[in-house]
């Protein structure tokens, strides 16, 4: 274990001075008013910063009480988690008292005023707003009818949020660790998927009774469409969101239409088939020249471990023993 803060390889700041601090987070954020409340006007501020695509992770310490005024964020979500201390959120007519198990989720589309304790760290999650509704639009099968708002205040004790919590931590242990997932395409996108679907069905939001509701029944054709869909782009960085577009058809409505052609679902069918194209690179690979963790990775899977573990239970031996023939 280290006791270096989050995203420590990324420092973009560590200053006392306020107009320091407030260009280095504006450069990554927006324009936003900062105001030192402790009456001498000085911060010992560190902002750590890394942006992979549509999402970005950032862990920000002002290091003294402060008020932040951004008005609206317009173009991103944030998630905000406090790993100490509190703050207060207030975003439109609403507000909440963030803390460790009180996390944040502002509307872009309304104004935004916080206060920060003096020992208020966060780890602060950045998401691309048009990506996001994008990927909800997917999910739906259909166009947004209106912007996409989540509840302001997230309990960090829900199951699912600690699930979705989960996929956060490992992408911050992958940047730490210089891990292989920011680098590998296939990998990175399964991450954002999960990032993205998770984070939609977790947090309340105004399209969650349409996420929860029961899908309408898709036909067998199309099912088959979806099939051979994944069969041919299984090497490309591909979500069961993209699939479900693809053949005009909501994700529930996918997932259901393979569970009752198939028997299986979308994202195992595609599993299943970047498993068979894994052992057949591994069949024919230098076993000299060729890294098991390597080849998994480039084909969309994050764990080593789990991967060897379903390697194994589908073709009765380890990876290792396909490569060495």
């Given amino acids: 274990m280290t006791d270096e803060p989050p995203l420590f390889r990324h420092e973009g700041a560590h200053t006392r001075d306020v107009d320091e601090a407030r260009e280095l987070v504006t450069r990554a954020f927006c324009t936003h008013q900062l105001l030192p409340l402790d009456g001498h006007g000085v911060l010992d501020a560190r902002f750590h910063s890394v942006r992979l695509g549509d999402v970005g992770l950032n862990y ?3 290091g003294a009480e402060v008020r932040i005024a951004p008005g609206q964020l317009q173009d991103f979500f944030l998630v905000q988690m406090p790993l100490a201390g509190h703050a207060e959120i207030i975003c439109g007519k609403d507000s909440v008292l963030s803390d460790p198990l009180m996390a944040s989720v502002p509307a872009p589309d309304r104004d935004l005023v916080m206060r920060w304790s003096a020992n208020n760290p966060q780890l602060i999650v950045w998401i691309d707003r048009e990506a996001l509704e994008r990927h909800l639009s997917k999910m739906l099968g259909r166009p947004l009818a209106q912007p996409l708002r989540f509840d302001l205040g997230m309990d960090m004790t829900q199951q699912a949020i600690r699930s979705w919590r989960n996929v956060v931590e490992l992408m911050r242990s992958e940047i730490d660790m210089d891990g292989a ?24 939001n105004n399209y969650s009774a349409a996420l929860h509701r029961d899908p309408a029944p898709s036909a067998p054709k199309v099912i088959k469409q979806a099939a051979e869909l994944i069969d041919a782009h299984a090497a490309e960085p591909l979500t069961v969101e993209d699939v479900a577009e693809a053949v005009g058809i909501g994700v529930r409505a996918l997932q259901d239409g393979f569970r009752r052609f198939l028997d299986t679902t979308p994202m195992n069918y595609l599993r299943e088939v970047r498993l068979r194209r894994v052992r057949a690179e591994l069949e024919l690979a ?4 060729t890294n098991v963790t390597d080849v998994a990775m480039r084909w969309g899977f994050l764990h080593a471990g789990r991967f060897s573990v379903q390697y194994r239970q589908r073709f009765g031996e380890s990876p290792s023993a396909t490569l060495r023939g």
């Fill in 181 to 204: 997932i920011p680098t590998e395409p296939l990998a990175m996108t399964e991450l954002q998927r999960l990032l993205f679907s998770q984070l939609l069905i977790a947090q309340p």
């Fill in 286 to 289: 230098d076993p000299a020249r």
């Fill in 60 to 62: 920000l310490d002002y």
